[in-house]
């Protein structure tokens, strides 16, 4: 049974980099897309970023030019850099196991499991 | 503002049944797969349904996934109270200007 292990730093200045890493134990590390997913408080999910055990990545348009994701396949893991954090990046953030493909109908993804999320707060 | 639209709340009483509404576009639900996560008070999202209508190993047929046009919806009967959570629906934009990954706002289930 695969599960994810997540850590990385709570509490940042502004324009500091968030950075956080996400272990995988228990399961195949290539064949799937690792993703970072994070949540503000009170509000909804937003999907941040992908990347294969090759390191090919995928980023939400809307963060790109602050979002570094990188893989470690050596130990199984992958790592979140967000840089020159605002307020607006205060939210938990999640690692999670993405299955992507392409079929006849559409593109299906989907994340399961999902790490146990870590609460990232930027203030001054 | 989420690209998903998804009602704020819905609320049942035990044993009754739900169903929680997801709307998109073409660009999204429209041609592409739907998925629902579950997230529980305090606790990390959880996938209930994939691929529009499949389920996990371990989640109960009291859960159901559909698709129609640019709209899917989870249906859940026979309602408990350990039903009582968050549900988020999701699935690729293919938009030429921002593809990737997008979820609903989320629907909180009340059991009454």
């Known amino acids: 049974q695969v599960q994810l292990q997540q850590w990385g730093a709570g509490l940042l200045k502004p324009s500091e980099t968030l950075s956080l890493t996400c272990a995988v134990y228990g399961g195949s590390f290539s064949g799937y897309y690792w993703s970072w997913i994070r949540q503000p408080p009170g509000k909804g999910l937003e999907w941040i970023g992908e990347i294969n055990h090759s390191g090919s990545t995928n980023y939400n348009p809307s963060l790109k030019s602050r979002v570094t994701i990188s893989v470690d396949t050596s130990k199984n893991q992958f790592s979140l850099k967000l840089s020159s954090v605002t307020a607006a990046d205060t939210a938990v953030y999640y690692c999670a196991r993405g299955l992507t493909g392409i079929a006849a109908a559409g593109t299906w993804c989907w994340f399961d499991p999902w790490g146990q999320g870590t609460l990232v707060t930027v203030s001054s | 503002q989420s690209v998903l639209t998804q009602p704020p709340s819905v609320s049942a009483a035990p044993g009754q049944k739900v169903t929680i509404s997801c709307s998109g576009s073409?660009?999204?639900?429209?041609?592409?797969?739907v998925s629902w996560y579950q997230q529980l008070p305090g606790t990390a999202p959880k996938l209930l349904i994939y691929e529009n209508n499949k389920r996990p190993s371990g989640i109960p047929d009291r859960f159901s996934g559909s698709k129609s046009g640019t709209s899917a919806t989870l249906g859940i009967t026979g309602l408990q109270t350990g039903d009582e959570a968050d549900y988020y629906c999701g699935t690729w934009d293919s938009s030429l200007s921002a593809a990737g990954v997008v979820f609903g706002g989320g629907t909180k289930l009340t059991v009454l």
């Open positions: 073409s660009s999204n639900i429209g041609n592409n797969y």
